[in-house]
């Protein structure tokens, strides 16, 4: 190593090696006893401690990448909704009297990540593309028969329900489910789609439920 280099190194490390000194047990006056194999452990601890840095840095920064990574954008009403989750549960609190084509509205409604139920309306609207299930669970009175159906658009069934109920007293039940691919924009129903011309409840109280959940 030049000697003017060596002298030069010095002259700056004289001016730290006060509060160095302490972090790596190098003091003035050991320094000139051996000037190069200080220097060399010197440079040695800097380089460790630069390394040390950048790995505090990006186990720092980890997380919020992260997060970027599992996040999407899900339009509101008012804005935006950044999460990676779309989910509803909604129940019919009281009996419902149907008839054919109309749509089933579920009310009350537990969970709706995303706000994607409109409990008013009855409607799911798809916020994102994606792939989604959808569970619908029905219920009728005794001596009741009615089909009620998942729909997506007008009339396209994506799931079909039929509740029987032929006992004389009691309430029965019957449901499931369906894997839907959905646009962002569409939209999803439940609606009575038979018997014909007759009217006919879905009985509330809970027993009847529509819930959906978007997969991936």
């Keep these: 190593m030049p000697k003017l280099y060596l002298v030069a ?7 730290i090696s006060f509060g160095l000194g302490q972090a790596i047990g190098v003091s003035y006056n050991e320094m000139s006893l051996d000037t190069p194999a200080k220097i060399k452990e010197i440079e040695n601890t800097l380089e460790d401690m630069k390394l ?8 720092r920064s980890l997380p919020t990448q992260k997060r970027k990574s599992n996040t999407i954008e899900i339009p509101r009403n008012n804005g935006i909704y950044l999460g990676s989750t779309v989910a509803f549960y909604a129940k019919l609190k009281y009996d419902s009297t149907l008839s054919i084509g109309k ?20 409607v799911f609207t798809a916020p994102v593309d994606g792939t989604y299930v959808f569970s619908l669970v029905i219920a ?18 994506v799931y079909n329900s039929i509740c029987k109920n032929p006992e004389s007293n009691g309430v029965h039940q019957n449901g499931g489910s369906a894997i839907v691919t959905l646009k962002r924009g ?17 009985v509330g109280r809970g027993f009847s439920s529509f819930s959906g959940f978007l997969v991936q």
């Design 140 to 157: 009728c009175e005794a001596g009741n028969y009615l089909e009620v159906s998942i729909v997506t658009g007008q009339y396209d069934m």
């Design 103 to 122: 749509t089933l509205v579920f009310p009350v409604v537990q969970t709706n990540i995303g706000d994607a139920y409109d409990r008013r309306t009855g």
């Design 9 to 15: 190194l010095m002259m700056v490390l004289s001016g």
């Design 52 to 59: 040390q840095l950048k790995l505090l840095t990006q186990e």
């Design 186 to 202: 569409d939209r999803i129903t439940v609606k009575m789609m038979w018997p014909s011309g007759n009217d006919t409840v879905a």
